[in-house]
């Protein structure tokens, strides 16, 4: 990216990784870690408490005040009372410490000699407790990549959130499954770099902790926090990204955001605007909308609610200014609307429009006594909501005077940032009572220190010579969910190692991209599907279709998918017959090409057997058929026949 060069703008980004753990059990219950379905619900409404110096954190009473009611699933083996916070947590999961210790000793972090779990305050409804346990495992530490070395700042173990479900306007449902799965975070420090190293360097961590062969992998187990920030604004933190390869895009977009807010501070005070411009109460102009129906606003007064201006001064143009795609002003201003379950707003750099009228808008300008170079912004909503975000919004527009304020955002899938709610203090963390010290000793750290996994690269190393393998295909089986399926399957039956690989990486990456749940696949379905294509029930070219059913949720499995496509192998005779009835038909385009005809004729093949041939197989016979088809007509020829 062209647009700014990171040690001009003296862009700092500090990555905080969060890897589920592999462990048989929860952190602080024996419950299992994840099951498919629910056999009870519970509702909750949560709010914030004082820490123990009696302050409460300002994201806490940020999420307190969009007055969610929350509703839980609750599964009978994946959750326990100490997933409905009716009874303590049990003991820690020593196998969760020991895996923490683990990966801490191979980024050669310094453990600590005792684990005190903290409570650490969120009520967002991820946790029904209202915080989160976590401890720090760990102090210091490296992670070398490349010719680089990224300092580590801290190791942590704690509890991962629920699992969310489906959210609308003001309720919020969570399953209990996920709620306690031992998660490791990893804070590195921030470091000034581009926004691919950024990436390269989570690939790094990513890749060492699965070395271990003790962390989950998938969609999901592992999440990255980044915090970001340049010169002039404070730390940003985007929360939430899951995808690897979306990183580089959320840095970029974020820099340039926080870039576009530091030049709308200069541009406000270029105009001689203050904080104190922007105090001016809201004010009910829904008697000014009622005879339209045509605007979005019209449908808010339907629903007996009201309609608040708020007059913004010297702002006319502000809300549209756009110095890079996505960052326009008045975006940032509807993502705090929408936190407050508002929707969003409009505002007058894009009215008229929406169905919003000249003459509305006049009427709106003459009762806030606005002139020319003023703005203004107009929310629906009930009356509670709309004093709680008229409020909040102003606070947002007074902090742009400070250029870019200290928040966390949320990812979006095309790589933007989205507000989330203020950045959290340390009002949040409080020592967990219900859980005694954990001594960690000289010991246990040398016996982990024995079982420390080779090098990323001698690992990727030994799977290109074990399975004759690509560099590129290997590390793409190694990154991937499925290298132990792999390992396993690459054993045990005489399919190439290179198309099982393919299989698992390159046309499982392909549905995804496709919009398929590819989580849904098993360690059971991929060993179904290989063992059913080695001993021929099916050929490598249905692997895609067969595949393709199982994700869309049509069948559960390899045996019904065969069934279904009616994809059962077609016998030697079968396919034999096939090919000389293509070869007939086909005669003009073979004595038209000779040779040149395999691949039209080939392809015609492939065709008609939808996936119940093998293609080295159809090749193979297609080949010695047509070459008895080529010297048959030559010897005809010679002989004088007319063919």
């Not at 453990?111 to 969120?122: A, G, H, T």
């Not at 198309?499 to 398929?516: D, F, M, P």
Request: some cysteine; hydrophobic content about 40%.
């Amino acid at each position: 990216m062209s647009l700014f060069r990171p040690d001009e703008i003296d862009l700092k980004v500090g990555l905080e990784i969060h890897q589920q753990l592999d462990t048989p059990t929860k952190l602080f219950c024996r419950c299992k870690k994840f099951e498919d379905t629910f056999t009870n619900t519970m509702y909750r409404t949560l709010r914030p408490t004082q820490s123990e110096l009696g302050k409460i954190d300002q994201a806490a009473r940020f999420e307190f005040e969009k007055d969610l009611t929350i509703k839980y699933e609750i599964g009978n083996d994946s959750s326990c009372l100490v997933e409905t916070d009716d009874e303590p947590p049990h003991q820690i999961s020593m196998a969760a410490v020991k895996t923490s210790l683990l990966i801490a000793l191979s980024l050669n972090s310094n453990p600590v000699d005792e684990l005190q779990v903290m409570r650490k305050i969120v009520i967002d409804g991820s946790n029904t407790t209202g915080f989160q346990r976590t401890l720090i495992i760990s102090i210091g530490g490296e992670l070398k990549t490349g010719n680089r070395s990224v300092p580590v700042q801290a190791i942590f173990l704690e509890e991962d959130a629920a699992r969310l479900l489906g959210e609308s306007e003001n309720k919020k449902n969570y399953g209990l499954d996920r709620l306690g799965v031992p998660l490791i975070e990893i804070a590195l420090a921030p470091v000034t770099t581009t926004p691919k190293e950024i990436q390269n360097i989570a690939y790094a961590l990513g890749r060492l902790m699965r070395s271990t062969r003790l962390v989950s992998r998938g969609l999901g187990t592992i999440r990255q926090d980044i915090n970001i920030s340049i010169l002039g604004g404070k730390v940003v933190e985007v929360k939430g990204v899951q995808r690897l390869d979306l990183l580089e895009k959320v840095i970029i977009f974020e820099a340039l955001r926080q870039k576009s807010l530091i030049h709308l501070k200069d541009k406000l005070e270029n105009r001689g605007l203050t904080e104190k411009d922007f105090q001016d109460k809201p004010i009910d102009v829904s008697s000014l909308f009622q005879k339209n129906s045509k605007n979005i606003l019209n449908k808010t007064l339907k629903k007996d609610m009201k309609i608040y201006a708020i007059r913004l001064k010297g702002f006319s143009g502000i809300l549209s200014f756009e110095d890079f795609p996505g960052t326009r002003f008045g975006r940032e201003l509807a993502d705090v609307a929408r936190f407050y379950g508002l929707g969003g707003l409009l505002h007058s750099d894009e009215i008229p429009g929406y169905g919003v009228t000249h003459i509305e808008m006049k009427k709106v300008s003459s009762k806030l006594h606005l002139d020319k170079s003023d703005g203004f912004l107009l929310i629906s909503g009930d009356t509670r909501r709309l004093k709680k975000a008229s409020s909040a919004i102003q606070q947002r527009i007074q902090s742009a005077f400070k250029g870019v304020p200290a928040e966390t955002r949320g990812p979006t899938p095309d790589g933007k940032t989205r507000f989330i709610r203020p950045r959290p203090g340390a009002a949040r963390m409080y020592p967990e009572t219900d859980i005694p010290p954990i001594i960690i000793s000289a010991k246990l750290v040398r016996e982990l220190k024995r079982k420390i996994p080779r090098p990323w690269e001698e690992q990727i190393s030994d799977i290109i010579s074990k399975y004759s393998l690509s560099r590129k295909l290997a590390i793409q089986i190694y990154d991937s969910p499925f290298i132990e399926i792999f390992e396993e399957l690459s054993n045990i039956i005489r399919i190439p190692t290179s198309l099982i690989a393919a299989t698992l990486t390159e046309t499982v990456v392909n549905l995804s991209r496709a919009g398929l749940d590819t989580s849904v696949l098993t360690v059971d379905i991929v060993k179904s599907l290989f063992i059913a294509l080695d001993k021929g029930i099916v050929s490598k070219e249905a692997i895609p279709q067969i595949l393709e059913l199982i994700l869309k949720g049509d069948v559960k499995d390899v045996e019904s998918a065969v069934k279904k496509l009616g994809l059962s192998t077609l016998t030697d005779e079968t396919l034999l017959t096939l090919i000389k009835k293509i070869i007939n038909e086909n005669k003009v385009l073979i004595d038209e090409k000779g040779d040149a005809a395999f691949s039209n004729l080939m392809g015609r093949v492939m065709s008609d057997a939808r996936g119940r041939a093998d293609g080295q197989k159809v090749s193979n016979i297609l080949k010695s058929e047509l070459n008895k088809k080529i010297l048959l007509k030559r010897k005809k020829e010679s002989q004088g026949f007319d063919i």
